[in-house]
């Protein structure tokens, strides 16, 4: 049984390797391509909106779900994990979509909030890019029954997936003002 979950592991670590690998390239690469010529489409403006939204919906759907699971509701657990994922898939499609339309907007504040704000985002950055492996290990896990893997996996995926949604939402507050469109 043990050479089984093994395998799985091992088959899941690849697949999570190569998603990791790919998304965290696409996101990086996008900061490397000049923005869109001309005024934004409409639509192209609310997406920083969206990301602030999905990612509002990410961390509600986190702290549900860790609550869910600490009552032993297995069932809405699962549940509000596949929310979580498709809510941070829905601002992964608009965050790709957004950066490569629009040039970076650079943060207008000075002084100790210039400063909070690129604590925030770096380590939001840092972060968001680490969570990537970490969420889809504590998936596969997870869907596999896997429990005592999983536990160690999500032991360090939860505060740190539950920080990259609630600074996601933050650094949108904080750099909403200085948007030019």
């Known amino acids: 049984m043990q050479s ?15 998603i990791s690998i790919v998304v965290n390239l ?4 996008l900061s490397f391509i000049p923005g ?21 919906f990410t961390f509600l759907f986190l702290l549900g ?3 869910a699971i ?5 069932t809405l657990h699962y549940r509000l994990i596949y929310c979580a994922f ?18 970076s907007t650079p943060f207008g504040g000075e002084g100790f909030i210039a400063g ?6 770096i380590t939001h950055i840092i972060l968001a890019a680490a969570i990537v492996p970490l969420a ?30 609630f600074t996601g939402v933050l650094v949108y507050i904080m750099i909403n003002p200085y948007y030019s469109f």
Do not use: C
């Not at 089984?4 to 190569?18: D, E, L, M, Q």
């Not at 992964?92 to 040039?103: G, I, Q, R």
């Not at 596999?144 to 740190?160: A, E, I, Q």
């Open 4 to 18: 089984i979950w093994n395998a799985a592991v091992k088959y899941h670590i690849r697949t999570v390797v190569i």
């Open 26 to 29: 696409l996101v990086v690469a």
């Open 36 to 56: 869109y010529v001309g005024e934004l489409p409409f639509l192209v403006t609310q997406l920083p909106l969206l990301n602030a939204v999905m990612n509002s």
């Open 65 to 67: 779900a860790l609550f």
């Open 70 to 74: 600490l009552k032993r509701n297995i």
């Open 86 to 103: 498709t809510t941070t898939a829905v601002f992964l499609v608009s965050y790709v979509t957004f950066h490569f339309m629009a040039e």
């Open 116 to 121: 909070f704000y690129y604590f925030i985002l």
């Open 136 to 165: 889809l290990m504590s998936f596969f896990t997870g869907y596999k029954d896997m429990r005592s893997v999983h536990k160690k996996w999500v032991r360090w995926t939860m505060p740190l997936w539950l920080y990259v949604s």
